[in-house]
């Protein structure tokens, strides 16, 4: 958000933030099946709510372990 702020502004140019929206948009259309399981599903195909707090809390602790030792 707040590189699109200094590029409204003139701070920065659109070229240093296009990479970072790209890379960014191609992640998350490449998940959207992901997504789509995790939350929006309303039928019996839906992932249990188990497993993606499971999988939250263990990407969480893995930054936060990550973070003190590196």
């Known amino acids: 958000m707040w590189g ?5 502004f003139k701070q920065r ?8 929206m ?11 099946l992901l997504y789509e399981a995790m939350l929006l599903r309303i039928d019996e195909g839906k992932m249990p709510l188990k497993i993606p707090l ?3 809390t263990l990407t969480w602790t893995l930054s936060l372990v990550s973070s003190i030792a590196f």
């Open 54 to 56: 499971m999988s939250i």
């Open 13 to 20: 140019s659109f070229d240093d933030l296009f990479m970072l």
């Open 4 to 8: 699109i702020v200094q590029v409204l």
């Open 22 to 32: 790209l890379l960014a948009s191609f992640g998350t259309v490449n998940c959207w």
